[in-house]
Nanobody
Framework: QVQLVESGGGLVQAGGSLRLSCAAF????????MGWFRQAPGKEREFVAA????????YYADSLKGRFTISRDNDKNTVYLQMSSQTPEDTAVYYC?????????????WGQGTQVTVSS
């Protein structure tokens, strides 16, 4: 388990960019698989991206691949989500999650969520 604190959300114009950060508090951060999810009002939470502990492998929702990039800095215990060419459809609460087993199948810890609003 790990405590997660997200930041970087806010208001952005269509076509703009934002970078979300998720700071993790706990040992062995590099062993955690990390993921980003989002949920818009009235919709189910959906997978956005995930990254292995080493940072060597990444995974994306097909619809977002090419616009969103997940990365991590294990020296800073932080995972990032770079979002580019944003549209109003990207408006949602974004959550980061940690899988302490490093498998990407057991996201046991979740951040509080950060609001991203994209205006047209």
């Amino acid at each position: 388990q790990v405590q997660l604190v997200e930041s970087g959300g806010g208001l952005v114009q269509a076509g703009g960019s934002l970078r979300l950060s998720c700071a993790a508090f706990g040992r062995t951060f590099s062993s955690y698989a990390m993921g980003w999810f989002r949920q818009a009002p009235g919709k189910e939470r959906e997978f956005v991206a995930a990254i292995r502990g080493s940072g060597g492998k990444t995974y994306y929702a097909d619809s977002l691949k090419g616009r969103f990039t997940i990365s991590r800095d294990n020296d800073k215990n932080t995972v990032y989500l770079q979002m580019s060419s944003q549209t109003p459809e990207d408006t949602a609460v974004y959550y980061c999650a940690a899988d302490p087993l490093g498998l990407g199948s057991t996201f046991a810890s979740w951040g509080q969520g950060t609001q991203v609003t994209v205006s047209s």
